[in-house]
């Protein structure tokens, strides 16, 4: 062996890269001893318009979750994401919740041997003794209520344990940060009176309210009104990615106050500052390449969805280089230093970010390098279990003991 030749073996060993992706025997031992919980995958649109199959073996399937990946990254409970886009929706928001919901009881119903539908903190637990992958589903931006509180309650009774009060867009009564700079926009200074007997409603459910996506000042109302401790169900640290949409240091030390928790977002443009800058210097283009490629669709008479405009955007997220998987991690670690680690946990975002994810992670299957690389940075067993799904564990049952509590109340 030549020195270059040893050089380039010993650069290659210990590279942090070469570190962070492989999982070693203790690492092992230690993911597969946790109950690994993400709370936001957007895959039900998948099932909804692709018509894609979760027990899916084909290798060349570039989704983020299956069953195989699912068990490959001992997954052991997924909230799916029940998210209407809401300009191709426009006038139907409920019923296109329906149809997300029935998609996700559909695979489920496909495969009861692997896979079972979840409603509780007991639910998820049961399901990791029965080796079966959890489904849980949240709603994603409270414009699919349509300002409707009777909605709000059949959708708890259907399953939904979180909504996230806004999405990028604005509705009736929640501030969203993706247009809070659009004076075209109606907004309302954060929660309308509507807005707070919504998380009021929530916290008597037991739905965990989920602040991803709210503007700074819908944050903070909500933190103010709410019973029971709040969810980020996936955003990262805006120390580190300067987007409105990930929470700065305040509301960190806000949600611990709380008893909260923040599930780590793994988009490319949420954990890496680079990216984000790269994305949003191509914006301008790749919104019109999306714009034409959907006009040109229309024209001749085909039905767009959403998974059709996907297509253009990996395109054009594959020109931007992929961050390391350190910068995912730094924002764990940020969060867990901030928040405390009582307070931070997993919520991918997988299928819905066009594939722009750090290296070394293309589907839930590479769940192990994270705690892999916790364990590099010097984290011990017991908060990496929390970190992978213990703190939400925590958080569920709290937000379930209020919901009692509140119901208990009413009935004296
Ligand atoms: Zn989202």
Request: glycine fraction near 6%; charge should be negative; hydrophobic fraction near 40%.
């Amino acid at each position: 062996m030549t020195l270059n030749r040893l050089l380039f073996v010993l650069l290659f060993i210990f590279s942090p890269i070469a570190i962070a992706q492989t999982v070693t025997p203790r690492a092992k031992a230690v993911h597969e001893s946790a109950i690994v919980i993400d709370t936001h995958a957007d895959t039900p649109q998948r099932f909804l318009d692709e018509n894609y199959d979760i027990g899916s073996t084909d290798p060349n399937d570039h989704g983020h979750i299956s069953l195989d990946k699912a068990q490959a990254g001992n997954l052991g409970a997924e909230f799916f994401s029940i998210w209407v886009e809401p300009t191709t929706n426009q006038g139907h928001f409920a019923q296109h919740t329906l149809d997300l919901i029935d998609s996700v009881y559909e695979e489920a119903a496909r495969y009861p041997d692997r896979m079972m539908m979840a409603y509780s903190v007991a639910d998820i637990e049961r399901a990791h003794k029965a080796k079966k992958l959890a489904a849980l589903m949240g709603i994603e931006g409270g414009h699919s209520i349509e300002n409707d509180i009777h909605l709000l309650r059949d959708f708890y009774r259907l399953g939904i344990r979180y909504m996230t009060l806004s999405w990028s867009n604005t509705n009736e009564w929640a501030d969203s940060s993706g247009d809070i700079d659009e004076p075209k926009v109606q907004h309302h200074n954060g929660l309308t009176d509507f807005g707070k007997q919504v998380v009021l409603e929530m916290n008597r459910l037991g739905m965990m309210v989920d602040i991803s996506h709210v503007s700074d000042k819908t944050f903070w109302d909500t933190i103010t009104v709410s019973k029971a401790p709040l969810i980020a169900s996936h955003s990262s640290a805006r120390a580190l990615s300067h987007h409105p949409r990930n929470m700065t240091d305040e509301m960190l030390q806000a949600v611990t106050k709380n008893g909260g928790v923040v599930q780590v977002n793994f988009y490319s443009a949420f954990v890496d500052e680079n990216y984000r800058q790269a994305a949003e210097a191509q914006k301008k283009d790749r919104d019109a390449a999306v714009a034409e490629y959907v006009a040109q669709h229309k024209a001749a008479g085909q039905r767009i969805t959403y998974l059709d405009q996907d297509r253009v955007e990996r395109e054009w997220a594959a020109r931007i280089p992929r961050p390391p998987l350190k910068s995912l991690i730094d924002n764990i670690d940020h969060i867990a230093k901030v928040a405390g680690v009582d307070h931070v946990g997993l919520g991918s975002d997988f299928d819905g970010v066009s594939g722009a994810t750090p290296q070394g992670i293309d589907s839930a299957a590479d769940l192990p390098k994270i705690t892999q690389a916790l364990l590099d940075r010097g984290y011990g067993a017991e908060d990496i279990r929390k970190i992978l799904g213990g703190n939400l564990l925590r958080v569920f049952g709290e937000v379930e003991k209020v919901s009692r509590q509140l119901t208990a109340g009413a009935q004296r």
